[in-house]
C-alpha cells in the first residue's frame, strides 16, 4: 500500500509538472500542436520503456476487449481540454477542477461498477470528502480575489 501511495504523489506531481510544460508548448504552437508533441513524445517514451522493461511481451494483447482501444483518444481530450483550461483559467484553478472531476467521475464510476470496475458502495463519508475538496477549491479560488481586490 505505501508503494501504491508514494506511486499516486509521483504521478501527482508529474501530471502538475507536464501541465506546466504543455503551457509553455501552448503559448508558441497552440493547442493541436501542443497536443500532437505531447502525446507523440509519450508515444516515443512509452514503446522505448516498454520495450525496455517488457520486450517482446509488450504488444501481447491478447483478451483485450476491443473498446479499451479508445483510451489513446480519450488522451487526446485530456490533453487539449487541460490546455486550452489552463490557459483560461490558470493553471492551479484549472488543475484544482479536474482534480475534482477526477474524483467524482472515479467515484461514480466505482460505485456503479461500470467498465468492468469492482463495484463499491457508495457511502456518505464520501460524498462529504468531495463536498469537503469542492468547498475548499471554492474557498481558494474566491479568497485569492478578495485579497486581489482590496489590494
Known amino acids: 500500500m505505501f508503494q501504491g501511495l508514494l506511486l499516486a504523489l509521483a504521478a501527482g506531481s508529474l501530471v502538475s509538472l507536464q501541465n506546466i510544460f504543455n503551457t509553455k508548448v501552448n503559448e508558441r504552437t497552440g493547442s493541436w500542436a501542443t497536443t500532437t508533441l505531447v502525446l507523440g ?16 511481451q509488450l504488444f501481447n494483447l491478447i483478451n483485450m476487449k476491443p ?12 490533453v487539449i ?12 484553478y484549472a488543475v484544482s477542477i479536474v482534480l475534482i472531476s477526477q474524483l467524482g467521475s472515479a ?30 477549491i471554492l474557498l481558494f479560488k474566491l479568497g485569492g480575489k478578495r485579497r486581489e481586490e482590496t489590494a
Open 41 to 56: 513524445m509519450g508515444f516515443a517514451a512509452s514503446l522505448i520503456f516498454g520495450l525496455i522493461f517488457e520486450g517482446g
Open 67 to 78: 473498446w479499451y482501444w479508445i483510451s489513446g483518444s480519450i488522451g487526446v481530450g485530456v
Open 81 to 92: 481540454c487541460l490546455t486550452l483550461g489552463i490557459r483560461q483559467l490558470g493553471p492551479t
Open 107 to 136: 467515484l461514480l464510476w466505482d460505485s456503479q461498477g461500470w467498465l468492468g470496475l469492482k463495484k463499491v458502495p457508495f457511502t456518505l463519508q464520501q460524498f462529504i470528502g468531495v463536498l469537503v475538496i469542492v468547498g475548499g
